[in-house]
């Protein structure tokens, strides 16, 4: 391999690890300052996830909600366990099957912090025009898609 070759993939490599960082960063970023605006409701951004997914799939199952949310079992259950103490859930067995459903104390909270929620996420991206904004998203696609 010629020292300029070498050098050229060191530099893609260095590129490639920036980028990471960068996107590592802003992610980190992005959840410190929901769970921040997530406060005012006495939610974390695990906890509002949860009841995203529940009050959009409801009545779902512990099963498929796992499969939807990036938790291990354990912690589904103790997420679930702590948003049926708040009274925004309830879990029903149907033979073998356990139901989750939004209480109407949830399905309140639910049609509040919902939207303020998904402006607050938006305005993230508002340093971006509307076209550098489906770039990025055209990008993350493609990302997603490549196979390491």
């Known amino acids: 391999m010629s020292r300029a070759h070498f050098l050229s993939q060191k530099q893609e490599e260095r590129l490639g690890i920036l980028l990471w960082f960068r996107f590592a960063r802003f992610y980190n970023r992005s959840i410190r300052l929901s769970n921040q605006h997530l406060k005012r409701w006495d ?29 291990t079992k354990g912690n589904l259950t103790q997420l679930i366990t702590k948003l049926e103490r708040m009274e925004l859930v309830k879990r029903t067995q149907e033979w073998r099957t356990k139901l989750i459903t939004l209480t109407d104390k949830g399905t309140t909270l639910y049609s509040e912090v919902v939207p303020q929620q998904e402006r607050f996420q938006a305005a993230q991206f508002q340093g971006l025009t509307k076209v550098e ?16």
Do not use: C, Y
Not at 43 to 71: C, N, R, Y
Not at 133 to 148: H, P
């Open 133 to 148: 904004q489906k770039q990025l998203m055209s990008l993350l696609k493609k990302l997603m898609n490549v196979e390491n």
């Open 43 to 71: 939610l974390t951004i695990s906890q509002f996830d949860l009841l995203v997914q529940i009050g959009a799939h409801q009545p779902i199952s512990q099963q498929e909600l796992a499969g939807k949310l990036f938790v």
